[in-house]
């Protein structure tokens, strides 16, 4: 019936098919990616990551994967950047991306950053900045703003004559509105793709 200890690999081929094609195989491909010669350690199989909270079936009957799918371990030690660290396989908690990054999907958004007047804050050109759709900010929020017709991404400031928009590299000049400056939302979180 599958072997039990191996879901965990299981899982992983699966998250990689889905990751590919954006959806589940069916219980014959299923046998066939997993090396499972029969239907009922298909099932078996299924039955156990329905158990565990990572997939489910429509009510059309097919197989679909749930919220805990998506969740990634997170290594239960702490990676210094530049001195190596013991070698430990141990996970400890995980999380879905997603939910990470975006708690509220409806008024969220994804914008590509293009330009380099934020990189000493760490937001480089490529960069895709996650933004909550808002109107109202705090001074110190890195915000999407529409200045003069234009949107940018930069910290929100304030001195003596009012708003203006903050860039973080010294080659840039600080933008103060001259008709209007609107926040259409705060940034929330960054991803980056290293290749």
């Not at 001195?83 to 590509?112: C, E, F, K």
């Amino acid at each position: 019936m599958g072997n039990p200890n191996r879901d965990h690999e299981y899982l992983a081929k699966l998250q990689d098919y889905f990751a590919s094609y954006r959806s589940l195989p069916s219980y014959a491909v299923i046998g066939e990616l997993l090396g499972m010669a029969s239907k009922s350690a298909v099932s078996a199989l299924i039955k156990r990551l329905s158990l565990a909270g990572f997939v489910e079936m429509t009510p059309d009957k097919r197989l679909a994967p749930t919220k805990r799918f998506f969740e990634r371990e997170i290594a239960d030690f702490n990676v210094p950047a530049g001195l190596p660290a013991a070698a430990n396989d141990a996970m400890s908690d995980s999380l879905s991306v997603d939910d990470y990054l975006i708690p509220r999907p409806s008024s969220t958004m994804l914008v590509r950053i293009k330009g380099e007047s934020m990189i000493d804050a760490g937001i480089f050109d490529g960069d895709i900045a996650v933004i909550e759709k808002r109107h109202a900010a705090s001074i110190g929020d890195f915000v999407l703003a529409v200045v003069d017709n234009e949107y940018t991404l930069k910290e929100l400031g304030r001195d003596k004559q009012g708003y203006l928009l903050l860039p973080h590299n010294r080659d840039f000049q600080p933008i103060r509105p001259t008709e209007s400056l609107e926040i259409y939302g705060i940034m929330t979180g960054l991803i980056r793709k290293y290749r």
